[in-house]
């Protein structure tokens, strides 16, 4: 009887450690609105951004200075990457946002169409 009691705590101990090594592997879900503040070598902004995350794939829409634009992207772990396009002086151009998730804030990079780069930070609403 204490064997089995003991395989029983064993497997429940395993599911556990199991259990939870997927839900820190999953990383950040940033599924929500956000209020960046980013500043270039060409000035700087304060777009919304509303995210919808489905596992590493991201969906949302940028509204600020560039306009409004559909974005798309991927989460991995805590890494965010993600691109929309504007039209800069009658070009389309990619917008490119590289940065890192902690909770309810973000910080990175981002590059507009090799014109102009900078720095971001954001926090969800």
Do not use: H
Not at 92 to 106: C, F, L
């Amino acid at each position: 009887m204490k064997s089995i009691i003991r395989i029983v705590a064993g497997v429940i101990f395993v599911v556990g450690l199991l259990a939870s090594a997927r839900v820190v592997g999953q990383g950040a879900n940033i599924t929500g609105d956000w209020v960046f503040t980013v500043q270039t070598d060409q000035g700087g902004g304060t777009p919304t951004i509303t995210f919808k995350q489905d596992g590493e794939k991201l969906t949302g829409k940028y509204n600020g200075q560039l306009g409004a634009a559909d974005l798309t992207g991927t989460v991995k772990g805590n890494d965010v990457k993600f691109t929309f396009t504007v039209d800069v002086q009658g070009q389309q151009a990619p917008v490119t946002y590289a940065g890192t998730v902690e909770k309810n804030t973000m910080k990175g990079t981002l590059d507009i169409g090799g014109m102009a780069t900078g720095t971001f930070t954001a926090s969800k609403k």
